[in-house]
């Protein structure tokens, strides 16, 4: 018995000092002082050769720049787990980012060894896509191409507009295009905007809808490749959404003929070409252009004319006007454009000359009114005895030619709240008149940033020697995501006061369940956490949106950089939150199907994701209660739910609120 006692002592004691040989002993590699810094030393013990001590004793090697011991230690990472992964666990609940692929090829790199660091990038991408590795395949791209020293021409351009000078009533306008280049496309300009790059490649498709208000715009287009040649296009977009400017000139009487003629001529001028006019439904040109002059005939009974004026690209202007003199029975032109007679003015066609302001009519509008509209379409019309010189709108001029009575048509912009739009006319005789309505602009309520999905930034963590420039990534990350109006963001205010009220420091926020908490306290529907690594080299920014209700990660999104001054931390920042914005777009559809408490919408895999929220609402058309003209459509939220499943051409979703016996199919949806 006592010598088994003893050899179970004996055991026990060579594991133990095997175990301690293993957790002191730092395999093969040595360790090296620079500047003060050790480097191929890891946190903790070397216990039992793990991967992710190899990886992470590279990496130490690398920023070091002691680069064959740096291949030596991710290459023996890879051989223990091959593929590049974001939240690759180790040991416990413990997790890292691991990416011995992309440290390799940056290694590569710095040892001129090009084409392995190619091979070793392009793997990395293809495994799991990063901003650091997109940026140094441009740097090896750009090498390679230095290297072969051959006259390389700039990138090849092509347009999807058709010509140099375009016309269009798309709102927004959409411009679109490929850019080419055997020598990788680097960046893409629109009106000095750059387009975002995640990296280079021969071949980059854009696409980019233009905020355009009426009139001419210069656009310029501009494709770079990775050694700086540059090829631009410029295109002049005239955006017409307005239809032509019809000017009619007093209309005649001839009584010559047994039943009598009335004869109506004035002019129709669009600069995207009217393509037809038509009087009582009949077509009246006989040519078309920018303008042309017409003259129609009409039986002396008729005691309307109604007018419609299209242009090349669809607008229209449109007018009703009744004829009626019981005093003369001769035919007069009503100064109005609707078949409503109450408080008409009579413009008479004989007479002495008359000294009253020109008539302006608008057609369905009144002197306020609420709209749910981003633009407004007036129509309307001006009249006069004496012929109109000058009509302008918001002090635009709109006339085209002078005539007795003017056909127009305006498409206004508006504001959020209040909008006043004036209409001013003179005549000949100097007479003037204008008319003044006030439009309020609402936005409908599930369109309301009020509505859109919540989120605040904790602090990030920082790994590695922190600059002071890196201390404001977090103000700078919540600036560009107020300025982008997609994302409710909780005011940081607000969070300082939680975290007094908690007594917790910022870094305890590095902690996921404490800042899921502080979520929640602060009604975020999201927190954005992450880490700055810095480097000798450069910064790489990770950052992850979490759902402080269910813990799921939503997205994941990280930048990469090499200079570490102010302007370029700022620069960083607005890249994460546009990556962030376009990871979440805002898309609406419809309610196809409802079984339960489960609703199906036609948003599919390619446009939604799973455990995203969307709104689900039913909207109500508003009509003015006097003129009847739709104002818009404001809308009813009925609840909220969340994707559950994706699929090809559609989506599922449980409704986290709402009574479900709300929810009728063909009912809307957008998302949160």
Known sequence: MKKEVNFSLFL?????????????????????????????????????????????????????????????????????REK??????????????????????????????????RRELERSLSQLPSAKAGFYLDRVRKALLEQEAKEMPPPRLLISLKGDEVRTRQDPVII?????????????????????????????????????????????????????????RRVVIH???????????????????????????????????????????????????????????????????????????????????????????????????????????????????????????LKGWTGMQTVFLKKVYIEGRVSGASTIERLTINQIPILRRQGSHIFFSHMAELKEGENTLTIEAMDKAGNTASKKIIVIRQVPKALQLA???????????????????????????????????????????????????????RTKLFDKPTALKLGRLVAAQSVITGSIIETRMGIEAVARLIDTETSEILSTQDVYGEVKDLPALRSLAEGMAIKFQRDFPLVDGLVIEKKGKDIFTDLGQDVIKLFRRV???????VKHPETGRVLGANNKIIGCARVTQVMPGMSKAELLDGKPGAVRRLDRVITE
Request: proline share 5%.
């Open 12 to 80: 026990l004691t060579l594991f133990v000092a095997l175990s301690f040989l293993g957790c002191t002993h730092q395999p093969l590699q040595p360790t090296y002082i620079k500047d003060g810094k050790e480097y191929g030393k890891v946190q903790g013990a070397f216990f039992g050769h793990r991967w992710w001590h190899y990886y992470e004793r590279g990496l130490s090697y690398a920023d070091g720049e002691f680069y064959q011991e740096a291949l030596a230690d991710l290459e023996e990472a890879v051989s223990r």
């Open 84 to 117: 590049d992964q974001r939240m690759a666990r180790t040991y416990g609940m413990h997790f890292i980012d691991y990416f011995p692929h992309r440290e390799l090829g940056v290694v590569y790199y710095e040892l001129r060894d090009l084409e392995e660091a």
């Open 176 to 232: 679109s295009g490929t850019a080419r280049d055997e020598g990788y496309v680097a960046g893409i300009t629109i009106m000095g905007k750059p387009i975002f790059i995640e990296s280079s490649g021969k071949h980059i498709l854009f696409e980019e809808a233009l905020d355009l208000s009426q009139g001419a715009h210069t656009v310029d287009v501009m494709a770079k490749n990775l050694l700086g040649k540059t090829t631009a």
């Open 239 to 361: 955006v017409d959404r307005e239809g032509p400017v019809v000017t009619l000139d007093e209309p005649r009487f001839d009584r010559s003929g047994p039943k009598g003629e009335i004869t109506i001529s004035g002019s129709a001028y669009d600069e995207a070409g009217v393509s037809d006019l038509r009087i009582n439904g009949h077509p009246v040109l006989t040519q078309k252009g920018t303008e042309v002059l017409f003259t129609a005939r009409l039986d002396k009974d008729a005691d309307t004319l109604e007018l419609v004026a299209s242009d090349r690209l669809g607008n229209r202007t449109s007018a009703r006007m009744p004829f009626f003199n019981p005093q003369s029975r001769l035919p007069v032109l009503l100064a109005c454009t609707d078949s409503n007679l109450k408080g008409h003015f009579l413009v008479g066609l004989f007479g002495p000359k008359d000294t009253s302001p020109p008539v302006i009519r």
């Open 451 to 505: 509505e859109r999905l919540s989120l605040t930034a904790f602090p990030f963590e920082h790994k590695g020697v922190v600059s002071a420039a890196c201390l404001a990534f977090q103000d700078n990350l919540i600036d560009a995501l107020v300025d982008q109006n997609r994302f409710r963001v909780v005011e940081r205010d607000k969070l300082d006061l939680i975290l007094q009220e908690q007594k917790l420091s």
């Open 615 to 621: 709104i689900v609402y039913r909207e109500e058309p």
